[in-house]
């Protein structure tokens, strides 16, 4: 997999260069963008801001309110989220006031 990721100059004029870079390509998705999550952004809580009294874009999201997540940690935050419903669901029963 790394000689996939460490084409030099001299490999430019290597007939399999294209194949060469597409599996690259690939494989760069597949590890960074595929499945890859939106989720509201935990630092600004998806208003994009800090606070509401014009305070500059939140730095997490630079003011989009969303940030990206790995597979791995989506299913972290969903499972967390899961305990705090089923804590809350607990304190509150069927009348949660932080239900949305
Ligand atoms: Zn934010």
Redo the contacts with the bound molecule.
């Keep these: 997999m790394s000689d996939v990721l460490t084409t030099t100059w001299t490999d430019l004029n290597d007939p399999n260069r294209y194949h060469r870079d597409k599996q690259a390509r690939t494989e760069y998705y597949f590890r960074f963008i595929h499945g890859w999550k939106l989720i509201r952004?935990?630092?600004?809580n998806?208003?994009?801001y800090y606070d509401n009294n014009g305070s500059p874009p939140?730095?997490?999201?630079d003011?989009?309110?969303k940030?990206r997540v790995s597979p791995a940690e989506h299913q972290r935050q969903m499972e967390l989220e899961k305990k705090w419903k089923e804590r809350d669901k607990e304190i509150y029963g069927e009348q949660n006031p932080y239900e949305e």
């Design positions: 952004c935990g630092a600004c998806g208003s994009g939140c730095g997490n999201c003011g989009t309110g940030e």
